[in-house]
């Protein structure tokens, strides 16, 4: 029996399951992907990274109106690709060690509500079920295109 049940291991799941551990409650999160959600993943961290080599470039290509010459400025666009993995699993690497930090589970299966009874909330994740006595739901959010 957890103290608390939080399905979503991006921001909002991950930093409540972090203060539930840091406030000696017990704790278990549920990722159906990757822990640190899609900001982490795939929106925001990769794309900075991204275009901080970008900026980079930039810089060096333009080098010469600040008095700093480069020659022949070029992308390896396969080691800013490698570069962006590498911040990726840095972060996600230091969100598990938080987790583990802090006495906090990780599941990495899609976690399903299945029933509150007497209190008590159960959840089914890689078809073993969970029991708590709250729940938190911090699923996050996909892109959707709209239809226009």
Known sequence: MYDVLIIGGGPGGYLAAQRAGEN?????????RNLGGV??????????????????????ADGSAYGVTTENAQIDQKAVIKRKNKVVKMLVNGVAMTM???????????ATIKNRLDGIITVEADGKEYQGKNLIIASGSDVVKPPI
Do not use: Q
Not at 24 to 32: D, P, Q, R, W
Not at 49 to 60: G, R, T
């Open 39 to 60: 900001c982490l993943n795939e929106g925001c961290v990769p794309s900075k990274a991204l275009l901080n080599s970008a900026k980079i470039y930039e810089h060096a």
């Open 100 to 110: 583990k930090r802090n006495k906090v589970e990780v599941v990495e299966a899609k």
């Open 24 to 32: 000696g409650l017990s704790a278990v999160l549920f990722e159906k």
